[in-house]
């Protein structure tokens, strides 16, 4: 019987590396029987993958418009088509509605055997990074706003990230064994060990997979997102508004990423830090009690490395002189490159000398 993987998630959680890493190998990861389905030859398997789940959720945002319709029913198509092990994968799976999460299991279970996924990792970095996750893609919130929806559970990657109410319901009609954890090491989710436990899903050796990522999703430190931030308070779209938006956006944080100064990391605040680390603890309870398969250790989900309180710098009131100075850096580097201009969106330089100078 065909026996089908789908990977719904966490955001920040490595996937960008994995579904990179899977890219890359799907040639010789098919001649040893995983088939990482693509659907045009223009396209990585990762991006249209990406497609078909917006068009499965109803979305059409990273294209133009109408870009993502009928890809979900071409992918179903070409699963069906296929003999062996299948994946599918992206994080924008994790938080759908029931009604979504029944006809994806309806539509890859039919005659297969499906399999549940999810990586997870450490909840306090989890969250930091989202945040400035979602500042990237154009939100204008404080770190103090997102932790405090989050806590309610009233925002999407808050949805997405808590680890029961995702397996809850995508696994509600499986068997526990059909349903995977795969824990990121702590740390950078980027790494060897976090490929190894998700090669142990799969049945597949992880060397078998010989080209490395090339792409992953690095997290900004504090300085850098609050001066995206800034620029969505004076941009105005909001996320996924202007296509345009991401191209000079994606530019931008190549540069502020480029710098030799010092990072300031984005850390949880130290009256937030008993909550995650509970709650953290409540998922490795509920892993426990329903017998789901854990490639990796639980301990990686708890908070850790802390820095002491007097040490921890507040990323919502940050030094405006270290804003500013990361702001010239970029001018600076963008004026360096002045044989370049016409690669350099003009919004980059607009953008920051009006809001910073």
Known sequence: MRRVYLHVGAPKSGTTYIQDRLSRNAR????????????????????????????????????????????????VEKVRRTQGAVLISHEIFAPAPAEVIDKAVSDLGRDAELHIVYTARDYGRALTSAWQESVKAGRRWRLRKFLDLAHEHRNWFAKALELPDVLEAWGRDLPPEHVHVVTAPSGDGDSPALWERFCEVLGVPPGLARHRARRSNPSLDAVATEI????????????????????????????????????????????????????????????????????????????????????????????????????????HHVAARKRDLAAVPDQIVTGVRSRFF
């Open 228 to 331: 995206i931030r800034q620029l969505n308070v004076r941009h105005r779209a909001g996320p996924n508004a202007d296509p345009n938006r991401d191209r000079y956006v994606d530019a931008l944080i190549d540069l502020l990423q480029s710098r030799k100064s010092e990072r300031i990391p984005i850390e949880l605040p130290p009256q937030d830090r008993p909550w995650v680390t509970e709650r953290a603890r409540s998922w490795i309870d509920w892993l426990e009690d329903h017998k789901v398969v854990v490639h990796g250790d639980v301990e990686d989900l708890i908070p850790s490395g802390f820095r002491p309180e007097d040490a921890w710098v507040n990323p919502d009131r940050l030094p405006r002189k270290a804003v500013r100075g990361l702001a010239l850096d970029a001018l």
């Open 28 to 75: 010789i990861l098919r001649r040893h029987g995983l088939h990482v389905p693509n659907l045009f030859p223009s396209l990585t398997p990762a991006r249209a993958q990406f497609r078909a789940a917006l068009d499965l959720l109803g979305q059409d945002w990273g294209g133009p418009e109408g870009h993502a319709a009928g890809h979900w029913d071409r992918l």
